[in-house]
């Protein structure tokens, strides 16, 4: 079945440290895919997304290529903030109707 | 893109009361989704709310704990029946966005404590 697999969290890491969050999906087709955040106390929002494959979602300094050989999605930053600790959750679509989620990642920034 | 209000934001209920929360989109929309997220998870489907049908729930979630109502393209509610402490979880209603925005936009949830 459609699923959507995420490296283990916490990651915590310094300010201005390299970032990779991998994740890997599972999907009937093409699907496009998604990384939402979560700030403490918040809702989920769009981070960037992809809709087919090679092409690259990017928004805030974040990236991420779709990539259909390994079916993988992984998130990548240069230089992380502190501002960026959060959850971050890999999702694919589903013939347009629910998205699937994976379990989510959550990022520590130490100043 | 659309924008969703949710509310209560947050809120503390007692054992075997209910919550009802409601969802507003500013633009009409075919389905709505209710999740639910236990603390330090992931999100898990509740159910699909089409307006001018039943609501679809997914495995786990009956009509009776979460009945669902959609009585227009920009709203929904989502009501928690009979609350016991393991329903303590924050409840997020979303739409899929198409066009140039296509992705799911979400409200800014509540966050449920049973007490």
């Known amino acids: 079945g459609n699923s959507v697999t995420q490296m283990e969290g916490p990651v915590t890491l310094s300010e201005e440290a390299f970032l990779t969050i991998n994740c890997t999906y599972t999907?009937?087709?093409?699907?496009?895919l998604f990384w939402y955040v979560q700030y403490p106390g918040e809702g989920l929002q769009l981070l960037l997304k992809?809709?087919?494959?090679?092409d690259k979602g990017s928004n805030k300094g974040f990236e991420a290529t779709y990539r259909k050989e390994t079916t993988s999605f992984h998130l990548e930053k240069g230089s992380v903030q502190v501002s960026d600790s959060a959850v971050y959750f890999c999702?694919?679509?589903?013939?347009?109707?629910?998205?699937?989620f994976g379990p989510g990642t959550r990022l520590s920034v130490l100043p | 893109s659309a924008v969703i209000s949710q509310k209560p934001s947050r809120d503390i209920c007692q054992r075997g009361t209910s919550l009802t929360i409601q969802c507003q989109v500013d633009?009409?929309?075919?389905?709505m989704f209710w999740y639910r997220q236990q603390p330090g998870q992931s999100l898990t489907l509740i159910a699909t709310?089409?307006?001018?049908?039943?609501?679809?729930?997914e495995s786990g979630f009956v009509i009776d704990k979460f009945p669902i109502s959609r009585p227009n393209l920009t709203f929904s509610t989502l009501t928690v029946s009979n609350l016991s402490p393991e329903d303590s979880s924050i409840y997020l209603c979303?739409?899929?966005?198409?066009?140039?925005?296509?992705?799911?936009?979400f409200g800014s949830g509540t966050r449920l404590t049973v007490v």
């Open positions: 979303s739409v899929v966005q198409t066009g140039r925005d296509y992705g799911y936009t």
């Open positions: 999907a009937t087709g093409y699907p496009s």
């Open positions: 992809a809709t087919k494959a090679d």
């Open positions: 999702a694919h679509d589903n013939y347009g109707q629910n998205f699937v």
């Open positions: 633009s009409q929309v075919t389905m």
């Open positions: 709310a089409n307006q001018g049908s039943e609501a679809t729930y």
